[in-house]
Nanobody
């Protein structure tokens, strides 16, 4: 069992930056693939990025490539999402998720544990 708690969201102007953090409790954090997802009002939850257990593999949705960076610190049981050059269309609730089965999937249904989410609002 893994509990996930996100933080770092807020209100920022377009072009600004935010860093989201996800703190994990529970054992074997380093064995999980970790992902970030987001959900805007009236839209389905969508994949943002994932990172493998040893940080050797990362993957991003096209619209955030070059602007967002996912990283993890297994010693601190933390996964981060650095978001730069933010756009109004990045506005959403951002969720951290853990995949224990290494599905390397962009599908939210493949993830086993979820945080409660943190709101990111980008003003134009």
């Amino acid at each position: 069992q893994v509990q996930l708690v996100e933080s770092g969201g807020g209100l920022v102007q377009a072009g600004g930056s935010l860093r989201l953090s996800c703190a994990a409790s529970g054992r074997f954090f380093s064995n999980y693939m970790m992902g970030w997802f987001r959900q805007a009002p009236g839209k389905e939850r969508e994949f943002v990025a994932f990172i493998g257990p040893r940080s050797l593999n990362t993957h991003y949705r096209d619209s955030v490539k070059g602007r967002f960076t996912i990283s993890r610190d297994n010693a601190k049981n933390t996964v981060l999402l650095q978001m730069n050059s933010l756009k109004p269309e990045d506005t959403a609730i951002y969720y951290c998720a853990a995949d224990r089965d290494f599905t390397w999937s962009r599908n939210p249904d493949a993830y086993d544990y979820w945080g409660q989410g943190t709101q990111v609002t980008v003003s134009s």
